[in-house]
DNA sequence: GCCGTTTTCGGCCCGACTGTTTTCAGTCG
């Protein structure tokens, strides 16, 4: 017989709960920019493929997911460049799992062109004809027909272009890299240009002013009365191996890793614009320019004009000004409301440095660190600090000499003696505990409870499906032993797709069970991405910033982890370690 | 396709550099 079901209502419904199988926004987001750019191929209107692209980015900023917003039936035509069309066609991407309107035009524009749009060089235009004049629909029928110098031919070609295409083929990536890794290309050639006679002021722009955690590129701002000797002096510098364009203003140079850099020179006078313009980000800055017309005003990178005359453009400050608002830092200037926070003069005050007072990741020659754990403790004190915990790895990180219960034990009856013999830094018994494959702990609850932080971290098994990763985390939340998940996504990024991890639900738990997050600085790995930090502060779950150090020297991180904090817009107070070490622990559950 | 303190049409940021042209289109940031 059939029994009558019970209607299934779950226990306790969190709003940020989603299905399991919800079409996460990296991947509609990745959609919409194909819809773009395939319509670009088709010689689509110019301002309707910038709407795609803008609705993107729009997504792509969302600290909220676009599925669970359909699911609660909100009106998706709130959203900044989301109108009527398109709120109807994501409404049925989510609830279908599929983009009609991309499956329609990949029938017409072999996927393939897609590849040859990726080329340097290489714009719609040009990729349509390729397409349409010679049949080229990949990288390979490319490449014959630039050798066979069919491309050379075509109307709007040339040898050129020609060569050009065969030089950048094998170059096709969207590689982004690491702020660490491309600062330790641009400060040489800072330190060069600062040197030069003739140049007066030296400044990175673009993303790397931003303080984004990965850039694509660099730029560099130099004022000088001429450009010859600030290009002559970066051309000649040992790291650049080749020019690939040079103007009278503007130089773009390859560096030895593959690192491009673009250096532009202005005068004096168009300091501040110019700063303005290259910091970007492009959205930013769109956003400015517009508000410039609004107001009868031009502004570019020589500065702000009514008419011909100019109006600013020695400072940013002014720039702003022009535009009737108050200087907005770097790191906010993604048109993700900073616009909207300065007018209603809600700017938030950025978490600094020297707010930090403690630093809870740390290892030492007990697993696979430099140091001490008395030499982590007197440099951090040096460093100012208040307070630390020492977390080496659990005895599952074999390779890092990981600890077992018998040894953590050991390792934390010597915290207790020298902090008894040290003055002024107060040492917390951590540990850096695994979370193994079957969603358990690589250490047991007894020994968890004799210390005063965990921190439980993913390592081994991030192939698995996300939904035994999930689990996995969600059990770690849940054990009452456990107080932060340490880089939270770093180490699952890094194998896989971001797509595939729902983060509302993770972030719901978290709350939940009154575990705090860690923003990594790890030099060596990207972590929670500024989207999801500030995410995560929105759903009210405090966040802490460690430097995983592996030596003293790696306590110098702190600076990435409060970069990327301020990129989330955190304050001070969304911030855990900021607190003093009492305060923080009052934070921290009961076990 | 989006948007609106010139609001339902008619706009949509702006300039530098390259390679192809012979005055400019395409690409890029």
Request: net charge negative; glycine share 6%.
């Amino acid at each position: 017989m059939m029994w009558l079901m019970p209607e299934i209502v779950p226990a306790r419904v969190s709003p940020y709960r989603s299905r399991r199988s919800a079409v996460q926004n990296p991947t509609i987001a990745e959609k919409l920019n194909d819809v773009a750019d395939l319509l670009e191929l088709e010689g689509a209107n110019s301002f309707r493929v910038r709407a795609y692209r803008n609705a993107a980015r729009t997504i792509e900023s969302l600290t909220q997911s676009l599925s669970d917003m359909v699911e609660r039936g909100e009106d998706l035509e709130e959203l900044p460049n989301i109108g009527k069309d398109l709120a109807e066609k994501l409404t049925a991407l989510v609830n279908e799992g599929e983009l009609k309107q991309l499956q329609e035009l990949k029938q017409r524009v072999p996927p393939g062109v897609l590849d040859v749009l990726r080329i340097d060089g290489l714009g719609p235009k040009k990729a349509a004809t390729l397409w349409k004049e010679l049949g080229v629909t990949d990288l390979d029928q490319l490449q014959a027909a630039a050798e066979s110098g069919d491309v050379a031919s075509l109307k709007g070609f040339g040898k050129k272009t020609a060569e050009k295409i065969l030089a950048n083929i094998d170059r096709v990536s969207d590689r982004r890299f690491l702020r660490v890794d491309a600062r330790n290309m641009l400060e040489p050639i800072l330190e060069t240009l600062r040197a030069a006679d003739g140049i007066d002021q030296v400044s990175p722009a673009g993303s790397y002013r931003r303080r984004r955690e990965t850039v694509g590129d660099l730029d560099v701002l130099v004022t000088a009365k001429e450009s010859k000797v600030a290009m002559d002096t970066l051309a000649d510098h040992e790291i650049v191996v080749e020019t690939l364009s040079r103007g009278d203003t503007k130089m773009r140079v390859r560096l030895e890793n593959d690192l491009e850099l673009d250096l532009r020179v202005v005068p004096e006078q168009s300091y501040g614009a110019a700063m303005h313009y290259f910091t970007g980000s492009k959205a930013h800055n769109v956003r400015v320019r517009r508000r410039g017309q609004e107001r009868d005003l031009k502004i570019n990178e020589y500065g702000v004009f009514r008419g011909d005359e100019r109006i600013a453009g020695a400072t940013e400050e002014e720039v702003f000004e022009a535009v009737d608002l108050r200087w907005i830092p770097p790191e906010l200037r993604e048109d993700r409301g900073e616009f909207e926070a300065a007018e209603a003069g809600e700017l938030p005050d950025l978490i600094e440095l020297s707010d930090i007072r403690g630093d809870l990741h740390m290892h030492t020659t007990a697993s696979d660190g430099k140091n001490s754990i008395r030499e982590m403790a007197e440099a951090a004190k040096q460093r100012g600090l208040d307070y630390i915990a020492i977390t080496d790895h659990s005895k599952r990180v074999s390779m890092a000499n990981g600890l077992d219960a018998k040894r953590l034990r050991k390792h934390w009856k010597e915290i207790d003696e020298i902090n008894a013999d040290l003055d002024g830094i107060e040492v917390l018994k951590g540990i850096e505990c695994d979370i193994l494959e079957d969603a358990t702990l690589d250490l047991d609850d007894e020994v968890l409870s004799e210390g005063d932080w965990v921190i439980a971290v993913l390592h081994y098994g991030l192939k698995q499906p996300s939904k035994q990763i999930m689990k996995r985390l969600l059990a770690a939340i849940e054990n009452p032993h456990v107080h932060a998940i340490g880089h939270p996504t770093g180490r699952i990024l890094e194998k896989r797709p971001e797509a595939e991890i729902d983060f509302g639900e993770f972030f719901a738990a978290a709350k939940e069970h009154g575990v705090l997050l860690e923003i990594n600085a790890g030099p060596e790995r990207l972590d929670l991405d500024d989207v999801r930090a500030k995410a995560a502060c929105e759903h009210g779950i405090p966040l802490v910033i460690n430097t995983d150090a592996h030596s003293t020297r790696g306590l110098a991180n702190m600076q990435l982890g409060v970069d990327q904090a301020r990129r989330s817009w955190l304050t001070k107070s969304d911030v855990a370690n900021t607190r003093t070490l009492k305060q923080f622990q009052k934070l921290l559950r009961k076990s």
